[in-house]
């Protein structure tokens, strides 16, 4: 056969016989520095408490305000805390916030979108709700329900879910609409599948695929919300080292000691960054077009 | 059109026998043609009636817009019917809620048209095919057994049982839905277009296994399709309908050799055949088929008909017995 | 025989992507005259898509596509053509019809806008002029009302009448070339009679040649005066049409036509069983060192499964009526049965 046939061919077989792995790697290099830099701040978070020598509330007025050291790594805030304790294990409640709230509005937006595909003055009503929720700026709806209810993380993964639920209800009603339309689902109206049934082992499963890649950009935003609201004063209560709270109490300080802005949120920055490529790899990853070409 | 007294259109075996489905003045309207100012239904299907008996294929032909897909659905109630009567083995279903419907849907099943939409891509072949054993049989259930049976029964092999449709061919996938609509041992299987999206290699292999199905089994079926010579092989006897009512019916070697109704004769005129130094002319039938959002007023056919006369606006013609049970709507016939 | 106006000489087409090669196209030629309608007739995944594609251009280039051998328009090789050339002959002198109308055609574009579009482009008609023109094609393809009709959009169009505006738009600037790929396989019979015809006598009336591909073996039938039959990216017969259908040369086309159901055949009780294919198509991933068609096929012996046959007529007193086939063409003494 032709010469750069035979070398295209060549080619593929060599590429097949590499490990699985690193032809993966090859193919999806983002998706896998994604996946690997958040797996480092995973690891970080996890293992905070043996990785840093001070305890993050511990203050030490006298040495406040230092730069980074040996013996505090990222040197200092206003009173006196480590902040690179500070910043890994406030990557524990970032990492938290961001999974919590792609799980919980990606699990009442299936809910909700679903029942709206299916039934037409359901869809009717909730639509309009979610309307209404649309229409209020996301920030400014978290931060009145953070004034009404005590702060904390768990009040602070409701708060921001909230205003996301109604994208997801959106994306998950137009894909159940069309789902709805497609014969194996009149297949199994007719072979006497009961609704609840068909919803759960036929709807459901095939918008999992496009959801995947929606939970993962929300899981990013939710992060930065999250650093607004406790900015702002609404977030994670002060107790609790967040990203968003580390950062907010060395705005006043921010010249004496920039290392208390700069370190939180190289990591806030790094670990959106890690999540948005995961979802950009994720959605090249299930597309089966591109996922084949050369 | 109503068609009266159950024993003629029977009349193929000429003993006439208890017909297993009997649909009597099936109507379905959807709302939104005409126009803004004067809305009319759209007719999907206009007031047709036909029975399939024990063993027997009935073939349900015609083009866009005749309703044909519409009136299988709505015989399984996919579709809701917006009248008529539905009588499966002497028992109206029409007007049954869902709930007290549920236990007949086991003697009606279907195939589809489509081998690619009409399997659930994350679903194994064996979760697909024991679906509606585990709609109806015990909760504890399990077993592989009947689920096999049913794969040898089409032609799969077994070992095909734990992969997902994207892993089998077009053919395979009609046999996997062939397998599914089996499963509940219906009496009456209505195939919607089941060989049109296949190969003329594999169309062949399927209509076989459905041939011989129903000599095994005793099935019935309900053959929706636009392919005339497909539908000539495997029916006993053929409805042609145009724009929601049938227009001729009878025992299909009559209705293909001597067709009554104009349609009936352009469309078979319309059939490409290979035939040695094929190069006749033909009369074509001209103009393209009315939407059913508007359809004309008196016989829907006449825009296109070679014989319409003025006649034919102003009302539209009933089915007339043309020979032994062979019927056809036309003024002039 | 006079020469012809487009001839596609020992072509082959392969496809690269992750999973491995595609070798959709193995050797295929044959040739197309003026004034001609030829039918490339084949089930899906035999290249003859592929294969219209290819003449225009219309693959996505290296590396996912490579081809080698020629077609030659007027005896020009279009496969090494500049992409400047390629576009002077798109849509002006070989056009190509599709088989979808609703897609083929841009639903936010009324139907004398594209028609216009090709004048102005490769005849450099003014706007006026254009639309003049269109308004004929109009008329020239049947469409009722044309001076109205012009102006509407697709989705005012039925089916039939989106295939007509195509083949207007196709046959704007009198192209030497119509290739048709399965323009009717999306309409109902009746009006696929009726583009049929039209096609029929558009190319008697202007002298352009058409190559239709179609899997419709009746259609065919009814309206080419030659056919090429193709299966697994080869060719495997190739005759003129009323010989075909009268003697089929290679085991395949016996295959297909005993599998269709005919409106002619005595109807028995029971019905005799359509005769099958058994097997599937093969997968073109792998090379075949023998003829593709050798699984599947009840004459098949071992020289099949080792030699691709070569193309030879299955009768001394036609030499115009070829297959490849080691039992039933010429060679067949050679080979021991």
Same mark, same amino acid.
């Given at each position: 056969?032709?010469?750069?046939?035979?070398?295209?061919?060549?080619?593929?077989?060599?590429?097949?016989?590499?490990?699985?792995?690193?032809?993966?790697?090859?193919?999806?290099?983002?998706?896998?520095?994604?996946?690997?830099?958040?797996?480092?701040?995973?690891?970080?978070?996890?293992?905070?408490?043996?990785?840093?020598?001070?305890?993050?509330?511990?203050?030490?007025?006298?040495?406040?305000?230092?730069?980074?050291?040996?013996?505090?790594?990222?040197?200092?805030?206003?009173?006196?805390?480590?902040?690179?304790?500070?910043?890994?294990?406030?990557?524990?409640?970032?990492?938290?916030?961001?999974?919590?709230?792609?799980?919980?509005?990606?699990?009442?937006?299936?809910?909700?979108?679903?029942?709206?595909?299916?039934?037409?003055?359901?869809?009717?009503?909730?639509?309009?709700?979610?309307?209404?929720?649309?229409?209020?700026?996301?920030?400014?709806?978290?931060?009145?329900?953070?004034?009404?209810?005590?702060?904390?993380?768990?009040?602070? *993964?409701?708060?921001?879910?909230?205003?996301?639920?109604?994208?997801?209800?959106?994306?998950?009603?137009?894909?159940?609409?069309? *789902?709805?339309?497609?014969?194996?689902?009149?297949?199994?109206?007719?072979?006497?599948?009961?609704?609840?049934?068909?919803?759960?082992?036929?709807?459901?499963?095939?918008?999992?695929?496009?959801?995947?890649?929606?939970?993962?950009?929300?899981?990013?935003?939710?992060?930065?919300?999250?650093?607004?609201?406790?900015?702002?004063?609404?977030?994670?209560?002060?107790?609790?080292?967040?990203?968003?709270?580390?950062?907010?109490?060395?705005?006043?300080?921010?010249?004496?000691?920039?290392?208390?802005?700069?370190?939180?949120?190289?990591?806030?920055?790094?670990?959106?960054?890690?999540?948005?490529?995961?979802?950009?790899?994720?959605?090249?990853?299930?597309?089966?077009?591109?996922?084949?070409?050369? | 059109?109503?068609?009266?007294?159950?024993?003629?259109?029977?009349?193929?075996?000429?003993?006439?026998?208890?017909?297993?489905?009997?649909?009597?003045?099936?109507?379905?309207?959807?709302?939104?043609?005409?126009?803004?100012?004067?809305?009319?239904?759209?007719?999907?299907?206009?007031?047709?009636?036909?029975?399939?008996?024990?063993?027997?294929?009935?073939?349900?032909?015609?083009?866009?817009?005749?309703?044909?897909?519409?009136?299988?659905?709505?015989?399984?109630?996919?579709?809701?019917?917006?009248?008529?009567?539905?009588?499966?083995?002497?028992?109206?279903?029409?007007?049954?809620?869902?709930?007290?419907?549920?236990?007949?849907?086991?003697?009606?099943?279907?195939?589809?048209?489509?081998?690619?939409?009409?399997?659930?891509?994350?679903?194994?072949?064996?979760?697909?095919?024991? /679906?509606?054993?585990?709609?109806?049989?015990?909760?504890?259930?399990?077993?592989?057994?009947?689920?096999?049976?049913?794969?040898?029964?089409?032609?799969?092999?077994?070992?095909?049982?734990?992969?997902?449709?994207? /892993?089998?061919?077009?053919?395979?996938?009609?046999?996997?839905?062939?397998?599914?609509?089996?499963?509940?041992?219906?009496?009456?299987?209505?195939?919607?277009?089941?060989?049109?999206?296949?190969?003329?290699?594999?169309?062949?292999?399927?209509?076989?296994?459905? /041939?011989?199905?129903?000599?095994?089994?005793?099935?019935?079926?309900?053959?929706?399709?636009?392919?005339?010579?497909?539908?000539?092989?495997?029916?006993?006897?053929?409805?042609?309908?145009?724009?929601? $009512?049938?227009? /001729?019916?009878?025992?299909?070697?009559?209705?293909?050799?001597?067709?009554?109704?104009?349609?009936?004769?352009?469309?078979?005129?319309?059939?490409?055949?290979?035939?040695?130094?094929?190069? $006749?002319?033909?009369?074509?039938?001209?103009?393209?088929?009315?939407?059913?959002?508007?359809?004309?007023?008196?016989?829907?056919? $006449?825009?296109?008909?070679?014989?319409? $006369?003025? =006649?034919?606006?102003?009302?539209?013609?009933?089915?007339?017995?043309?020979?032994?049970?062979?019927?056809? =709507?036309?003024?002039?016939? | 025989?006079? !020469? &012809?106006?487009?001839? #596609?000489?020992?072509?082959?087409?392969?496809?690269?992507?992750?999973?491995?090669?595609?070798?959709?196209?193995?050797?295929?030629?044959?040739?197309?005259?003026?004034?001609?309608?030829?039918?490339?007739?084949?089930?899906?995944?035999?290249?003859?898509?592929?294969?219209?594609?290819?003449?225009?251009?219309?693959?996505?280039?290296?590396?996912?596509?490579?081809?080698?051998?020629?077609?030659?328009?007027?005896? +020009?090789?279009?496969?090494?053509?500049?992409?400047?050339?390629?576009?002077?002959?798109?849509?002006?002198?070989?056009?190509?019809?599709?088989?979808?109308?609703?897609?083929?055609?841009?639903?936010?574009?009324?139907?004398?806008?594209?028609?216009?579009?090709?004048?102005?482009?490769?005849?450099?008609?003014?706007?006026?002029?254009?639309?003049?023109?269109?308004?004929?094609?109009?008329?020239?393809?049947?469409?009722?009302?044309?001076?109205?009709?012009?102006?509407?959009?697709?989705?005012?169009?039925?089916?039939?009448?989106?295939?007509?505006?195509? %083949?207007? %738009?196709?046959?704007?600037?009198?192209?030497?070339?119509?290739?048709?790929?399965?323009?009717? !396989?999306?309409?109902?019979?009746?009006?696929?009679?009726?583009?049929? +015809?039209?096609?029929?006598?558009?190319?008697?009336?202007?002298?352009?040649?058409?190559?239709?591909? !179609?899997?419709?073996?009746?259609?065919?039938?009814?309206?080419?005066?030659?056919?090429? #039959?193709?299966?697994?990216?080869?060719?495997?017969?190739?005759?003129?049409?009323?010989?075909?259908?009268?003697?089929?040369?290679?085991?395949?086309?016996?295959?297909?036509?005993?599998?269709?159901?005919?409106?002619?055949?005595?109807?028995?009780?029971?019905?005799?069983?359509?005769?099958?294919?058994?097997?599937?198509?093969?997968?073109?991933?792998?090379?075949?060192?023998?003829?593709?068609?050798?699984?599947?096929?009840?004459?098949?012996?071992?020289?099949?499964?080792?030699?691709?046959?070569?193309?030879? &007529?299955?009768?001394?007193?036609? &030499?115009?009526?070829?297959?490849?086939?080691?039992?039933?063409?010429?060679?067949?003494?050679?080979?021991?049965?």
């Amino acid at each position: 056969m032709d010469a750069t046939l035979e070398r295209l061919e060549r080619r593929i077989e060599r590429e097949a016989r590499q490990p699985r792995l690193l032809r993966f790697s090859k193919r999806h290099p983002m998706l896998v520095f994604g996946l690997a830099l958040l797996l480092v701040m995973i690891f970080l978070a996890v293992f905070a408490p043996w990785l840093t020598a001070h305890d993050p509330t511990e203050m030490n007025v006298i040495d406040r305000l230092k730069p980074a050291s040996a013996q505090y790594i990222f040197g200092t805030d206003a009173l006196g805390r480590d902040i690179f304790s500070r910043t890994l294990h406030g990557a524990r409640v970032s990492l938290l916030v961001g999974f919590c709230v792609a799980l919980l509005s990606v699990a009442i937006g299936i809910v909700i979108g679903t029942v709206a595909g299916f039934s037409r003055w359901i869809d009717a009503v909730v639509m309009r709700i979610m309307d209404g929720m649309m229409a209020i700026p996301g920030i400014l709806l978290a931060v009145a329900l953070m004034t009404l209810i005590q702060a904390s993380v768990q009040t602070v *993964i409701i708060a921001i879910a909230l205003p996301e639920i109604p994208r997801v209800v959106r994306l998950v009603r137009a894909l159940v609409l069309t *789902i709805r339309e497609q014969p194996y689902i009149q297949a199994a109206e007719a072979m006497g599948t009961r609704l609840p049934w068909i919803l759960a082992r036929h709807v459901v499963p095939n918008l999992l695929t496009p959801l995947i890649v929606q939970a993962s950009f929300i899981c990013a935003s939710a992060m930065i919300f999250e650093a607004y609201l406790s900015f702002l004063g609404a977030g994670t209560p002060p107790e609790v080292p967040s990203w968003g709270n580390i950062m907010a109490d060395g705005r006043s300080v921010v010249q004496l000691a920039f290392g208390v802005i700069l370190y939180p949120g190289l990591f806030l920055g790094l670990t959106v960054l890690a999540v948005n490529l995961i979802g950009d790899g994720l959605r090249d990853l299930l597309d089966p077009r591109i996922a084949k070409k050369l | 059109m109503s068609v009266p007294a159950i024993d003629v259109i029977n009349a193929a075996p000429p003993v006439p026998k208890p017909a297993l489905l009997e649909v009597r003045n099936l109507v379905k309207y959807y709302p939104g043609g005409g126009s803004w100012l004067r809305p009319r239904a759209i007719k999907a299907v206009d007031d047709i009636s036909f029975s399939i008996g024990y063993g027997e294929t009935l073939g349900l032909v015609g083009e866009s817009g005749c309703g044909k897909s519409t009136a299988a659905k709505t015989i399984l109630r996919l579709i809701a019917p917006t009248s008529g009567e539905i009588v499966l083995k002497g028992i109206d279903v029409a007007g049954l809620s869902s709930a007290q419907f549920r236990p007949y849907r086991r003697d009606m099943q279907i195939v589809f048209q489509d081998p690619y939409a009409s399997l659930n891509p994350r679903m194994r072949a064996r979760d697909i095919v024991a /679906e509606p054993l585990r709609n109806f049989g015990q909760p504890g259930d399990w077993d592989d057994a009947p689920v096999a049976a049913l794969f040898e029964r089409v032609g799969l092999d077994k070992a095909a049982m734990s992969k997902f449709p994207s /892993e089998f061919s077009g053919g395979q996938r009609q046999r996997l839905g062939i397998a599914r609509a089996l499963a509940l041992k219906p009496k009456l299987i209505v195939c919607d277009e089941p060989v049109s999206a296949l190969d003329v290699s594999i169309q062949a292999q399927v209509i076989n296994l459905l /041939e011989d199905l129903q000599r095994e089994l005793g099935l019935s079926y309900l053959f929706v399709a636009h392919d005339l010579a497909v539908v000539r092989h495997i029916s006993q006897r053929v409805a042609v309908m145009y724009l929601g $009512r049938i227009v /001729e019916i009878g025992p299909v070697g009559e209705l293909y050799a001597n067709p009554r109704h104009p349609y009936t004769k352009a469309l078979l005129a319309a059939v490409p055949k290979v035939g040695v130094g094929v190069r $006749r002319e033909k009369t074509l039938l001209m103009g393209d088929i009315p939407s059913p959002a508007n359809p004309p007023s008196g016989c829907t056919f $006449r825009t296109r008909c070679p014989m319409a $006369r003025t =006649a034919c606006a102003d009302n539209s013609p009933e089915l007339k017995l043309q020979g032994p049970a062979h019927w056809a =709507a036309c003024h002039f016939v | 025989m006079s !020469t &012809p106006i487009l001839e #596609v000489d020992n072509l082959h087409l392969t496809f690269a992507s992750r999973d491995g090669i595609t070798r959709a196209v193995e050797g295929v030629s044959w040739q197309v005259h003026a004034g001609e309608m030829l039918g490339v007739v084949g089930e899906s995944g035999c290249g003859k898509s592929v294969t219209a594609m290819a003449i225009l251009r219309l693959l996505p280039g290296a590396p996912t596509t490579h081809a080698t051998g020629a077609i030659r328009f007027h005896g +020009e090789d279009l496969l090494h053509a500049s992409e400047a050339r390629m576009q002077e002959i798109r849509g002006n002198e070989i056009s190509m019809i599709f088989q979808d109308p609703m897609t083929s055609i841009n639903p936010v574009l009324t139907i004398g806008e594209q028609i216009a579009e090709v004048l102005m482009l490769h005849q450099h008609l003014g706007r006026k002029a254009a639309w003049v023109r269109a308004v004929e094609l109009l008329a020239l393809v049947n469409i009722p009302d044309p001076q109205r009709r012009v102006k509407d959009y697709p989705h005012q169009f039925s089916g039939g009448m989106r295939q007509r505006a195509m %083949i207007a %738009i196709a046959l704007a600037c009198k192209p030497a070339v119509l290739v048709a790929d399965e323009p009717t !396989t999306a309409l109902d019979v009746t009006i696929q009679a009726q583009i049929m +015809e039209l096609l029929d006598r558009l190319r008697r009336e202007t002298g352009t040649a058409i190559v239709l591909i !179609t899997h419709d073996l009746g259609v065919v039938a009814e309206s080419c005066d030659r056919v090429v #039959v193709m299966y697994a990216g080869r060719k495997v017969e190739e005759a003129a049409t009323p010989d075909l259908f009268a003697q089929p040369g290679h085991p395949y086309t016996r295959g297909l036509l005993s599998a269709m159901p005919h409106l002619d055949t005595p109807l028995t009780q029971p019905r005799t069983r359509l005769a099958e294919i058994p097997g599937m198509v093969p997968s073109l991933r792998t090379a075949a060192v023998g003829c593709r068609f050798a699984p599947r096929c009840s004459l098949a012996v071992d020289m099949c499964r080792e030699k691709i046959p070569s193309f030879e &007529p299955i009768a001394i007193s036609n &030499p115009l009526h070829r297959a490849a086939c080691w039992r039933t063409t010429i060679v067949s003494e050679e080979v021991a049965a």
